[in-house]
Nanobody, 120 residues
Framework: QVQLVESGGGLVQPGGSLRLSCAAS????????MNWYRQAPEKGRELVAA????????IYDDSVEGRFIISRDNANDTLYLQMNSLRPEDTAVYFC?????????????WGQGTQVTVSS
């Protein structure tokens, strides 16, 4: 059974930091590119960062470039998002995503999400 479980969210003051984790199971994590998305209240889900299967390359949305770092540990099937210099507009539910990849992930996979709230 494919499963993605996020953790590490919470309440943080502006300028603070959080590290999100996503534990993967049920598929070959090291063969999958991975993504972090977020969804703020009354907004659509947006791609925050993406990383290749080997971790060698990553991309970021302009709004988080230079503040967030996506990384992965293929030995432990875990994806990370280090979030620094957090702003109130970063408040959202953050989701871990494995994109569609045949044959293991015909529909892709999503975690349940973890809430990040940036507020003083």
């Amino acid at each position: 059974q494919v499963q993605l479980v996020e953790s590490g969210g919470g309440l943080v003051q502006p300028g603070g930091s959080l590290r999100l984790s996503c534990a993967a199971s049920g598929f070959t994590f090291s063969s999958s590119a991975m993504n972090w998305y977020r969804q703020a209240p009354e907004k659509g889900r947006e791609l925050v960062a993406a990383i290749t299967s080997d971790g060698a390359n990553s991309i970021y949305d302009d709004s988080v470039e230079g503040r967030f770092i996506i990384s992965r540990d293929n030995a432990n099937d875990t994806l990370y998002l280090q979030m620094n210099s957090l702003r109130p507009e970063d408040t959202a539910v953050y989701f871990c995503n494995a994109p569609r990849r045949r044959p293991e992930l015909p529909r892709g996979a999503w975690g349940q999400g973890t809430q990040v709230t940036v507020s003083s």
